[in-house]
């Protein structure tokens, strides 16, 4: 799955209208009708909820309204893993689930779904959706066929009638739905989704942010359309306006087109309808969001579904704007996907179908008949000092559970006597050194140990030393194969430019923010700002691989490419769980899968053993980085 800028997205929507010729005008009543459509899902999901046969919310409804937001970042239902309920929907998902843990997290609603999840059935949040409204049409084809008549039994009945099943909504007269309008194209989808809306029998406001009058192009021919069907509208600051007296609230201000912070009415709006309580639909992004960064202006609609419209935005997987969306739908919109690739969009959700399709990973990870431990490869860790050998021994265990054949661990001698027999499948190889810390006559010893390895790993637990960039500087100019530098090997970088330094075999970073600030040589702050962004131009600058650690990772490449992994939780953050990522890519790296594949795997799998692991504890708060590798 695709993930754009807004900059992006104009020359997309353009090339769509301009080059193949479809009206805009269609875009946007496609825009209208997906927005519509998730409304109605929202109103079925929270009368199922609620108990209510077929909606009827409008009263009851107030606190479901919120508890659909609120339950979610309770971690309920939104999952046991306590996510913020903020998960991502899209056609890619359906291959998320099949023989994959990944379903796991999936049933608790928590993981992705969306338009085309659908047809993909029971057992996901979209599956709900598409139970409901299956058997909405089942009733009127039933109904219709006789079904249920002595001597009709369904096969008998040769006719049937569909209805429009996503846009119909049993119960709808209990619900009344403000749409809050913007004057540019963002508000136009959201007075498209009116029509839809009162055709399923809800009942709509329109409230508009500026003088309707003010409204051009298609949004205003959206604005007569409304008028002309008799759509009720207020116009704020003018129209008394409660924004409390409704069940929910379609945020139609501002989309890909706005700058900066909200201003004046837009400001005022947003901030009341968060203060109203009532479940937010967001058409394309939450209002008050930075499209690409996923900063949160001061305001910012706090959503409970986002349908973003035709490509996944940056700013709806960066946080703090992803737990500011709420649950995201991705929906078509008419807009081609391969305007995308042929447009070199650079990101791309992790999903099984990246892995599979974009970076060629085997996911069953299949091994030959004839295979030995020689043919998984076999890594060399140097890692781990008198106070942090539990780095070491987290990095090496979890590079044998990645699968790799062997794993030789180089230490500082003194350790060895600790160490010796506690993960009895590893080598170790005692290096010089009499106070349990490396030196930087080790260089030669290590470099002499990766000969014959397939890959090197350095970092974990390492410490500082005298001559250390020295020390690292040759083992980044004479070791062979690639390598993966993490924790204090990463601080090392830090303190010069290495960029001077000369490598034939390509490297992995995996910084965690920290780390990456130090290497950037700006705040903490400033990283989270743009991880994206931050991420594509630090590993095209520097020609690494980097791994920007931290909710959402983001894997780029020094081609420039980059991939959002959504695997994990926040009991994730924990210390060791960093060193047990660094084993598993070197693992994987052991076995020969390619840097960038190696990367993005490992980031995947580390991830969804998070997830699987959490869900043997009561709490995810209680995961510590060894059970990660239990899960691998
Ligand atoms: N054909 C298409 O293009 C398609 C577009 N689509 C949809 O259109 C959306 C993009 O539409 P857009 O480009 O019209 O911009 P939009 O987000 O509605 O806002 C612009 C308006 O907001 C105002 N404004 C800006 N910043 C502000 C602030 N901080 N505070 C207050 N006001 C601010 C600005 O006013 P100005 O400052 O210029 O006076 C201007 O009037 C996109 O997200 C998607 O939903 C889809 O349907 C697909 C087809
Ligand atoms: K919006």
Redesign the pocket.
Known sequence: MDVVT?EE??AF??D??ERLGIP?IA??E???RAIAEEVIALCRRRASEAGVPGGGMWGAGAGAAGGVVRNSEAGVPGSELGRDGAGVVGGEARHVGAGTARGGVWRNGAGISGAEVKWEGAGTTGGGMMRDGAEAAGDVAGALSGRGAPGFGADAAGFSVGGDAALTLAGAGGEHWLVLA?????????L?AARHLREAGIAVTLVY??APE?LA???ALQRDAAAAMGIPAVVYGKDALDLAACSGIVD????????????????ELIAAANASGRAIVS???P??LD?DTGET?EPCIHASVTVC??FL?RGLLQYPGAGAAGRVVVRS?G?PAALAREGGVQVSLLTPEVLTARLKVDLARRRSPEGHKGTYGHVLLAAGSLRMSGAGLLSARAALRAGCGLVTWALPEKLLPYVIGSVPELMLAPVTGGDGEWNAGTAAEVLRLSTSRDCTAIGPGLGRFEGDTEWLRRLWEETEGPMVIDADALNILADTDYRSWSRRHPVILTPHPGEMARLAGISTAEVQRDRIGLALSYAVQHGVILVLKGAHTVIATPEGLAYINITGHPGMGTGGAGDVLTGIISGLLAQGLEVDQAAAFGVYLHGLAGERAARKRDHPAALIAGDIIEAL
């Open positions: 807004a997205m104009r929507d353009r769509t209208i805009a875009l946007m496609n825009a209208g913007g004057k540019g194209n963002n508000g136009g989808d959201g498209a942010a500026a003010s192009g298609e949004a139609a201000l501002l989309g890909t087109g706005s700058a900066g912070a909200p201003r004046g009415a837009y400001a058409a394309d992004i209002s008050g499209a202006h419209l035709a935005k919109i807009i």
